[in-house]
């Protein structure tokens, strides 16, 4: 872990650390788990082309004049994958603040194939409907599905270093996320050329739903903020060479609230003279499978002491929450 006013976690570090060294190593991000909740993953092993091949195609995705954007669009309100048009979501609502729209676009796709067996009809019809695929950029699915199979993957890693930072077996949170339900979305917030209405941001201030987000922002970027324990809004810049992490709100149950869902948000820019305002990001929402009950462990209970929370199962618990941020038509 190096010293920066980010914290910056080397994974190729714990991968290749003996035991005593690897629960060190998960000791700091316990402890940064326990205050803010964010930092930041370097040496993480993802190919730059694979990387480069999907922010590339998503940005040309944007670039496409909206009548042709829309053919990928949801079909209606509460579909979660495919094109989502401005004014189509409102994160602050997870939250129960009523907010305008935030000032966004974006593409979500969500899991690559439907586990064998899985007959939950709600599963189906949402965390395994299909995406709608977008016809141009030509080479997009490709794209889009290389970096969504590379972002499982590095969610896997981070949950072994997770479960050796919760003083548990490296491979405790491995049959919780077999199945996955994640989703992947690119997000684009375009050039501002007018003030925005009051109150009405990029993002709306929210929490995360899962057990960690994966998020690439774009370099030289700025506008995502955390809450601090400060009780303050606190810039995180993207860095050079890693990705932003951060717990979602099922990581936090399955602590105790030991672990901190943050608080975050995406303001509007500056705005200067000539100068481009947008912006683009890539968030991948690691969610643990659709049945999987979400309680609490029990290295995370002090003698005596009681779980905060009732266990929930993830995909109703993610259903709901995303459900609560669409914009009605």
Known sequence: ?????????????????????????????????RSTGFLAVGGHGVPQEVIDRAWFAARDFFDLPAERKQKARAPYPGYPYGYLGPNSEALA??????????LKESFNGGPLEVPDGLDDPE?????YAPTIWPE?????????????????DLAARIM??????????EDFFTPTIDKPISALRALN?????VPPMPGQLRAGAHTDYGSLTILLPQAGSGGLEIFTPEKAWRPVPPIPGAFVINIGDLMAL?????????????????PAAGVSTRRQSFAFFHQPNWHQE???????????????????????????KFRSTVKAA
């Not at 035991?19 to 788990?33: F, N, S, T, Y």
């Not at 072994?160 to 077996?169: I, N």
């Not at 917030?189 to 050329?193: A, D, K, L, S």
């Open 123 to 127: 599963a189906l019809a949402f965390c």
């Open 93 to 102: 609502q997870s939250k129960g603040e009523d907010t305008p729209p935030d």
């Open 189 to 193: 917030y375009p050039h501002q050329p």
């Open 254 to 270: 399955w602590t105790n609230d030991r672990w901190v869902s943050t608080l975050h948000r995406v303001v509007n820019p500056e």
């Open 160 to 169: 072994r270093v997770f479960a050796v930072a919760l003083k548990l077996d």
């Open 1 to 33: 872990m190096r010293d920066s006013a980010f914290p910056i976690f080397d994974l190729s570090r714990f991968e290749a650390a003996e035991m005593a060294e690897k629960a060190r190593l998960g000791a700091a991000v316990d402890a940064i788990c």
């Open 136 to 152: 141009a950029p030509a080479g997009f699915r490709n794209a889009w599905e290389a970096y969504y199979r590379a972002m499982e």
């Open 294 to 320: 979400i309680a609490c462990i029990p290295s995370c209970l002090a003698p005596g002491e009681q779980p905060k929370h009732a266990p929930v199962r993830s995909g109703p618990y993610l259903m709901g």
